[in-house]
């Protein structure tokens, strides 16, 4: 089976069209157009995420970087290797209650980390809580972009709504 249909599968959703869906993506191969972080105020950590990353590149923060979360840090993104397929963005929408992931503009995610992101992942680097930006009280968080599957389903919801003509 394609890694497409078994990734659909195990999300129990069949409407996730605009997800990159790669069937044989290792690592990064190309700059990707977002890039997506956690708030990590919102992750549980549930653990589901990293699971389907197809390029696993979600791991938890080391321990005792956030204060009060001790063993039990939230996960974040190594964005240097992100392919900006929107996978966890689905996952964590539609299989947590959390909602804690947001894509993020290439451009900008340059300007904050500053640094060039590239067409290859480079050498390994730990992932950062980035707090001050993708958290809800960070600057960039309302200029994330959030579930697309869950956006169409609430627009499909509304049109059934609506009174017919
Ligand atoms: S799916 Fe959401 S809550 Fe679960 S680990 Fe990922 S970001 Fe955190
Ligand atoms: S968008 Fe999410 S699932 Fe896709 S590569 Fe980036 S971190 Fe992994």
């Not at 009060?68 to 929408?93: F, L, M, T």
Request: hydrophobic share 30%; with cysteine.
């Amino acid at each position: 089976m394609a890694n497409t249909e078994r990734l659909k599968q195990r999300l129990k959703e069949d409407r996730i069209p605009e997800a990159v869906w790669p069937d044989e993506w290792g690592e990064k191969k190309k700059r990707p157009r977002e890039i997506a972080f956690m708030d990590v105020n919102l992750c549980f950590p549930c653990g589901k995420c990293p699971e389907f990353c197809p390029v696993g590149c979600i791991e938890p923060l080391a321990p005792g970087t956030l204060p009060g979360r001790g063993d039990n840090q939230p996960v974040q993104v190594r964005y240097q290797e992100c392919i900006g397929c929107y996978i966890c963005v689905e996952v964590c929408a539609l299989l947590t209650d959390y909602d804690a992931v947001r894509m993020y503009d290439t451009d900008l995610v340059e300007e904050v980390v500053g640094e060039k992101i590239g067409d290859s992942p480079g050498p390994y680097k730990p992932p950062e809580p980035f707090e001050e930006y993708f958290s809800e009280d960070g600057a960039h968080r309302h200029v994330g972009k959030g579930s697309r599957a869950l956006e169409k389903m609430n627009r499909e919801q509304l049109e059934q709504m609506r009174p017919k003509a």
